[in-house]
C-alpha cells in the first residue's frame, strides 16, 4: 500500500478511536509519525503490525510503548532500524504482550531478550528469527517465558545446541520451532526438543534430523 503516508494514518485514525486492530504491513511511505498518530488516538489498540515498513525506528516503538499493557500482539518485522533500545522501552511498558515478531531486526540482540523475559512473561509466540541472538538469549527467554508455545530463531547463526536445550527443558508447551538455516544447532539438540515436546512441530534445513 504504497499509497498510504503519515497524513493518510492521521486522518484515518483521528476518526476511528475505538480502533483495536491496525496492520499496515508493506505501507512503505509511513514513518514514526503514523506511530505518533496511531498511539495519541487509538488508546484501546490490541494488535499492531507494521512489518516491512522500512523508516520506522525506535522512536516509533517508544509512541507504541504508550499504549501499555493493554497492546497484545505487535509485528516490527523487517524494519531494520530498531534496535535494543526500542524494544527494551516497549516491553517495558508493553508488558502483557503475547505476540512478537521481530524477524529481520537484525540490531536486536541479547540485550533486548533479556528484557523482552523479564517483563513479558505472558509471552505465547516470539519471531527473533535473523536477530544477533546467541545461546544467552535463549536460555533467560526460557527461564522467564516457560509458556512459548511459538519460537523461531530461523537464521540465527549464533545459535547453538546449548540455547535449544535450555528452551527444550523450560518451554515443555512449544509446539512450533524454526530452526531453518541455524548451522549450529545439530541432532543432539533437535532431540532435546523432541524428549520434552514431543507433539512440537519443528521447521529445519538439516537432513540428518529426518533420519
Do not use: W
Not at 505472558?122 to 509458556?147: A, E, F, W, Y
Request: charged residues 25%.
Amino acid at each position: 500500500c504504497p499509497a498510504v503516508d503519515d497524513t493518510s494514518v492521521r486522518l484515518a485514525v483521528e476518526n476511528c478511536t475505538q480502533l483495536q486492530y491496525l496492520f499496515l504491513r508493506r505501507c512503505s511511505n509511513i514513518s514514526d509519525m503514523s506511530l505518533k498518530y496511531i498511539s495519541s488516538y487509538c488508546l484501546l489498540l490490541k494488535e499492531v503490525s507494521t512489518s516491512d515498513c522500512k523508516q520506522i525506528s525506535d522512536t516509533g516503538l517508544s509512541y507504541l510503548a504508550k499504549l501499555g499493557p493493554g497492546l497484545r500482539y505487535l509485528s516490527v518485522a523487517k524494519c531494520h532500524l530498531l534496535t535494543d533500545s526500542g524494544v527494551k522501552l516497549l516491553v517495558k511498558h508493553c508488558y502483557k504482550l503475547r505476540y512478537l515478531n521481530l524477524r529481520g531486526c537484525e540490531a536486536v540482540s541479547d540485550l533486548a531478550i533479556e528484557a523482552l523475559a523479564n517483563s513479558c512473561t505472558r509471552m505465547r509466540s516470539l519471531d527473533i528469527g535473523k536477530c544477533d541472538v546467541t545461546d544467552l538469549g535463549l536460555r533467560d527467554l526460557s527461564r522467564h517465558c516457560p509458556n512459548l508455545r511459538k519460537l523461531s530463531v530461523r537464521g540465527c547463526e549464533l545459535i547453538t545446541d546449548q540455547g535449544l536445550c535450555s528452551v527444550a527443558y523450560y518451554c515443555r508447551c512449544l509446539q512450533h520451532l524454526n530452526i531453518q538455516d541455524v548451522s549450529g544447532v545439530t541432532v543432539e539438540g533437535y532431540r532435546s526438543i523432541k524428549k520434552y515436546s514431543r507433539k512440537c512441530i519443528i521447521e529445519h534445513t538439516n537432513p540428518a534430523f529426518a533420519l
